[in-house]
């Protein structure tokens, strides 16, 4: 089964930037679409973005424009570059397959956006 494990989240100032990594390990993820989730408080998790196995994306209409999803097929990884970031972004990023069957959900990296 596929383990995925977020990185590179943190405290950071409104306007600063992050990048976001998820590693896959015991599958390899080059077959398929996968997508960036996050979480606030007291809310539901939501798709941000996502990235087919051919490279295309699609991004949320609250991070259009300052977020960037990508992925590294060769290392097993998917990246997340997020600029301008504002307080409301503030939530624990997750990554996962883009697919109605998930892979089991990781831990997960905080994100918090805070002066």
């Known amino acids: 089964q596929v383990q995925l494990v977020e990185s590179g989240g943190g405290l950071v100032q409104p306007g600063g930037s992050l990048r976001l990594s998820c590693a896959a390990s015991?599958?390899?993820?080059?077959?398929?679409?996968m997508g960036w989730y996050r979480q606030a408080p007291g809310k539901q998790r939501e798709l941000v973005a996502h990235i087919s196995s051919g490279g295309s994306t699609n991004y949320a209409d609250s991070v259009k424009g300052r977020f960037t999803i990508s992925r590294d097929n060769a290392k097993n990884t998917v990246y997340l570059q997020m600029n301008s970031l504002k307080p409301e972004d503030t939530a624990v990023y997750y990554c996962?397959?883009?697919?109605?069957?998930?892979?089991?959900w990781g831990q997960g990296t905080q994100v918090t956006v805070s002066s």
């Open positions: 015991g599958s390899i993820i080059r077959s398929y679409a």
């Open positions: 996962n397959t883009y697919s109605l069957n998930h892979a089991s």
